[in-house]
């Protein structure tokens, strides 16, 4: 009975030990250091993950084959040494600033940033695509079917979303180090820009002006929200980023300084010179009305375009 009782003792207790050592190494699967170990064979296979617009993006690898919808996205790639292998240009080259355009030495045009040829950029065979989150709306479908988007809000973008998008190309591109210290140089440069300026105490108005409208840049707009950056009033204060004025309302809003940027040679404005209510606006009057270019201004929307609009200005109203 006793020796009963021993082997009864002796199986209960390799039953125990083996139980505990089944638990224990349930445990172990759910602890952290499993979860450490997923995050780093992630990185180890070489894959990239950004928040963008439209939430989590996932890269297996670096991207090799890259096509930007838009200038700023062409901008953002330049700075990082990033040569994309097709890029929306409206089929104009001439619409990229010189200094974005000498870094694109090798690239395909897709067409038109509004209406992109899809045939064009399937045959190009991407790894990512740079897309608007507005502008690109109607073909992301078939773009998805091509190559991993990257969707990001750069038509309604003011400033300070424009850098935020600066940082998530970077890091998409596997070049986060390099971004980061790119943007630190330009928040320097742009630091010194602003020192330069004799006064900030000024209404300026930039606008895009063509031989039908008057089309004003708000500070909800991307070049309106960066002379704010500097320290400049917004005269218009609409809630649009891109309101269409008339001469008459232009007079009531009374800039101190417009920066005109026109689409051609011949423009509205030729018409409202002709006027007499023209030489009311204190910037006329004042010899303050800058004609600078668009696609420094407005099409390049990035770190380039927004040192170059810095240079004007300070050409312009600088010590």
Not at 40 to 45: G, H, L, P, V
Not at 50 to 68: F, M
Request: glycine residues 6%.
């Amino acid at each position: 009975m006793k020796r009963l009782n021993s082997f009864t003792a002796l199986i209960l207790l390799l039953l125990l030990v083996t139980a505990c050592g089944q638990t224990g190494s349930n445990n172990q699967a759910e602890t952290p250091a499993a979860n450490t170990g997923t995050e780093t064979s992630k990185s180890a296979d070489g894959s990239i993950t950004v928040e963008d617009a439209t939430g989590t993006v996932t890269l297996t690898k670096r991207p090799e084959r890259i096509i930007t919808m838009e200038f700023s996205f062409a901008d953002a790639l330049a700075t990082l040494g990033v040569q994309p292998v097709g890029a929306a240009d409206d089929d104009d080259p001439a619409l990229f600033m010189d200094e974005v355009k000498s870094k694109l030495t090798n690239y395909t045009s897709v067409g038109s940033r509004y209406e992109p040829n899809i045939e064009v950029i399937s045959s190009l065979q991407p790894d990512l695509i740079i897309v608007d989150l507005v502008k690109h709306k109607e073909v992301m479908e078939q773009l998805k079917g091509i190559a991993p988007l990257l969707v990001l809000d750069d038509y309604q973008a003011d400033y300070e979303q424009m850098l935020k998008n600066y940082m998530i190309i970077a890091k998409a591109v596997g070049k986060k180090a390099e971004g980061q210290k790119r943007l630190e140089e330009h928040e320097a440069k742009i630091a010194d820009a602003k020192s330069k300026l004799q006064s900030t105490d000024l209404k300026v108005l930039p606008a895009v002006v063509n031989p039908k409208g008057f089309f004003a840049h708000s500070d909800h707009a991307y070049t309106g929200s960066f002379l704010a950056k500097l320290g400049f009033t917004d005269p218009v204060k609409d809630e649009n980023s891109y309101p269409q004025l008339t001469l008459e309302q232009l007079v009531e809003t009374n800039p101190q300084v417009l920066f005109l940027m026109p689409t051609e040679k011949e423009t509205i404005v030729n018409q409202w010179e002709a006027n007499s209510l023209w030489n009311k606006i204190d910037a006329v009057a004042n010899k303050k009305v800058f004609t600078v270019e668009r696609r420094d201004w407005s099409l390049a929307r990035g770190l380039i375009g927004s040192e170059k609009m810095a240079s004007d200005i300070v050409n312009s109203l600088g010590k």
